[in-house]
């Protein structure tokens, strides 16, 4: 494994750096793997790193005391999550968990605010995704309520190929229907179903283990 082309690879503000930059990030950055199911970060633990997927699929998900449990977004590999909780200095109100092995990397907390006041691409970069992470969750809160099943699949899906979330990423990912089914929060069987109907739209192919994006605007507009 090369750190820095794992970084260049997977976090597209990398570039946007200087070399000094680049050489602190690389030193204060961590990497594991972990397999299908870790909990990465805790919900109610105060936030000290940002956290990115150099491969793999993790869920962004809340439950409460009675067990019941929800899906807020899913990260595929090029994301990174958790800026918000490291802004606010506070604790992270969700868990992150793997849907399947990953490997995830952890900037330092520290060295993330020294970025924040020495680079102005950075503090870009940043504000493009917090913005972006806004719409999304706003439309999520309004597919969930108001779309079905079919719908709320095309849009589960067409957030994971956000080209200003995940950047680098092409039209195919690995993932199966059962992951899907996790974040979009509806049954295996339902979800098969629902990629058959956006296949026959010829929206996405299905393959095995995997979904070939070939209409990411009708994705994001089916249902409407």
């Known amino acids: 494994m090369n750190p820095t082309q794992d970084l260049q690879a997977h976090a597209a503000w990398f570039d946007l750096l ?3 930059q680049q050489a602190r990030v690389l030193q204060d950055t961590t990497v594991a793997h972990v ?11 105060v936030a000290s790193a940002w956290i990115g997927v150099l491969d793999g699929l993790i869920k962004v998900s809340v439950g409460n005391a009675d067990g019941k449990l929800a899906s807020l977004t899913g990260v595929p590999a090029g994301g990174w999550i958790g800026e918000g909780s490291l ?4 604790a992270r109100k969700y868990d992150i968990i793997a849907l399947r092995a990953s490997t995830i990397a952890r900037l330092r907390g520290d060295t993330f605010y020294w970025l924040l006041d020495a680079s102005i691409p950075f503090n870009r970069y940043l504000l493009h995704q917090l913005n972006e992470r806004v719409a999304q969750f706003i ?3 309004e597919y969930d309520r108001l779309l079905a099943p079919d719908a709320r699949v095309a849009r589960c899906l067409a ?3 956000n080209p200003l979330l995940y950047p680098g990423n092409s039209m195919r990912l690995e993932i199966t229907q059962e992951e899907i089914g996790y974040l979009a929060r509806i049954s ?4 098969n179903q629902a990629l058959r109907a956006l296949e026959g739209a010829q929206l996405l192919k299905v393959e095995y283990g995997a979904v070939q994006v070939l209409d990411l605007d009708g994705l994001k507009n089916f249902g409407l």
């Open 18 to 20: 200087e070399d000094d």
């Open 35 to 45: 397999e299908a199911g870790t909990l990465i970060e805790h919900k109610g633990v």
């Open 87 to 90: 802004l606010k200095h506070e």
């Open 139 to 141: 439309g999520k809160a």
């Open 159 to 161: 957030e994971l190929f």
């Open 188 to 191: 295996r069987q339902r979800t």
